[in-house]
């Protein structure tokens, strides 16, 4: 069965998003923010706050927020949000749990609480804070991913281009995808996963970059490409599809550093990452060499090249 797929994006889903970036510290090294952004939320919040929170967001570890979000009528700010969600009876939020076919923890309401507890305190000390254009620019993201979905690109094309490689097959339940653009987990593919609904939240570049220097896609091609590790994974890759155990058996190191090398490659787009059904999960089985991101490594490169103007020379006297 084909599933539908739409486009939506409000400010408490970015809100969320920026927290969970910062309290999964495993992933710091992979982000485009990297460690001055970490440090800069570190300065704003007392260390006792701080591991406060971090207690609150590992009891929130397998609680998405995606669904409660999607269904919040009205203006999506994080304040209206988080007023409209703690309002919530206990049978509302069942309901809306339920609805995406998701089982239900016993916990809720104390799920609720703590999401919003920590989500306030994350709002009042940063996200309050952040660029005004993060957030417009998001909007005219989903914006212009709405107008894309009217046209004849299939849905599943659609989810591969806006997440650099992901390809999502059809399954049973499967009835529908949200896709919601990112900005703080750059350059990171995030999904809640449901029997009946996904939420994934793809990483938008929103800036151009300085005067003479690179934009990050070109930036993580060229980096991904580097390693001679990485190298050797899309030489398999580029010969069949293949299983994350099986690269790991064939190249011959650990699983860690194979995951480590993969996000890389996600990263670039240089790998198609296939979802498949499998009763009522979704799982990466399979990767793939994607072969566009290569075929458009040139161009990047001479349109880099050719950008700007040269500066004049400095003479030396």
Known sequence: MDYQIEADFAPIYE??????????KQNHGALDAG???????????APAKLQKMRVSVKLLDDFSLSPFIWKCPGPRT?????????????????EISAACSQSVPANLAELRDAACEVLQEWHLHYFSTIDPRIIEGLEQEASALKSRLGGETSGMDIYEMATNGMRLYPGDA????????QYHSRPLVTSSIFETMIFTQYSCDLFPPAPGYPA?????????????????????????????TEIARDIAISKSTIHYHLIALRAAGL???????????????????????????????DDYFASGELADPVVVK
């Open 15 to 24: 809100c969320a998003a920026s927290l969970t970036a910062f309290f999964a």
């Open 35 to 45: 460690k001055p952004w970490v440090k800069d939320i570190q300065e704003r919040f």
């Open 78 to 94: 994080v304040t209206r949000f988080l007023e409209w969600f703690s309002g919530l009876s206990l049978g509302e939020l069942y």
């Open 174 to 181: 499967l009835a529908r995808v949200v896709l919601i653009p």
């Open 216 to 244: 990050p896609a070109l930036l993580r091609l060229t980096r991904a490409l580097s390693d001679e590790t990485r190298l050797r994974i899309l030489r398999l890759l580029a010969r069949k599809q293949m299983t994350f």
């Open 271 to 301: 790998v198609i990452v296939h979802y498949q059904a499998k009763s009522s999960e979704f799982k990466s089985v399979e990767y793939s060499l994607r072969r566009e991101a290569l075929n458009g490594l040139s161009g990047q490169i």
